[in-house]
């Protein structure tokens, strides 16, 4: 009986490391998408540092899953106590990471708030519409979020281009604000177009709304996603525990030879 509970422990583990260990490459692939991607907002906030910092976290916590679940499955399997302490001790210190990673952003989210609406105001301030990354990326952002500016389209009336063009009694406004059920001029999805009358026929809503509303339409699905991870975590160490205890002593002969 003793066996047999020794034995489903170790497939249990196993199983729940090979979870693990795609688990970790889903976060891998998600930090490589969050730096790399040129054409989403998060790219508009490559300017941020602490979002870079997250970034590389997301990155590394990736990759170090994917390698505990790599090691937890060669301990549970060869039943090597020294494997599963170290996989139960790293499964430990990225779990209190996560949390504290979780707790941090709560509490700073207030300052992330500003920091993004300072790059955000910036990048509008200085748009050309000459295919720089970021402005692809917002331009990109108020397309498919049906959105203008950051809090509203009044945040384009400080552009530098559109207020050196007033003197030319010439009219600009972002070709990406456009709503297309109102009648305009021009249908481009970057760069600048010119109006025929002082009302732009853009979107009223700011993005930082779209963003927010986003959040909160998705809000169940990240939550359950971190709590499933969470719990998954716990599971492995848990099971690892029973499998450590249950080994009577090192048999280093188990470990494969390659």
């Known amino acids: 009986m003793g066996k047999g509970c020794i034995a489903a422990t170790k497939y249990f583990l196993f199983m729940f490391n090979l979870l693990f260990f795609i688990f970790g490459a889903v976060i891998l692939g ?19 540092t602490t979002l870079k910092v997250g970034t590389y976290i997301l990155i590394g916590i990736g990759s170090l899953s994917m390698l505990m679940g ?15 302490g170290l996989y139960f001790t790293c499964l430990l210190l990225i779990l209190i990471a996560q949390v504290t990673a979780a707790v941090l952003i709560y509490f700073q ?15 509008l301030v200085n748009y050309t519409g000459h295919n720089k990354t970021s402005e692809q990326a917002w331009d990109h952002l108020q397309r498919t979020m049906k959105c203008c500016g950051w809090t509203g389209p009044s945040n384009w ?25 109102i009648s305009g001029t021009d249908i481009k999805e970057t760069g600048l177009c010119e109006a ?41 160490m848990i099971l690892s525990m029973c499998l450590c205890k249950s080994v009577q002593q090192e048999d280093y002969t188990k470990v494969p030879k390659y």
């Not at 490589?32 to 941020?48: A, G, P, R, Y």
């Not at 989210?109 to 990048?123: A, C, H, P, Q």
């Not at 009336?157 to 059920?181: A, F, G, H, R, W």
Request: glycine share 6%; with cysteine.
């Open 196 to 236: 025929l009358s002082p009302e732009w026929p853009v979107f009223t809503t700011g993005c930082i709304s779209s963003v927010e509303d986003w959040l909160l339409r998705n809000c169940g699905v990240i939550l359950g996603v971190c709590v499933g991870i969470a719990v998954i975590e716990l599971l492995g």
């Open 157 to 181: 009336t400080e552009n530098v281009v559109i207020n050196s063009q007033k003197n030319n009694s010439q009219i600009l406004y972002p070709c990406s604000c456009k709503n297309e059920s």
């Open 30 to 48: 998600f930090g490589l998408w969050v730096m790399l991607d040129n054409q989403k907002f998060i790219t508009v906030l490559h300017e941020s």
């Open 70 to 84: 790599f090691l937890g499955c060669i301990g549970a399997i060869y039943e090597v106590r020294c494997l599963l």
């Open 109 to 123: 989210r207030d300052l992330l708030k500003y920091e993004m609406s300072t790059i955000v105001n910036k990048i």
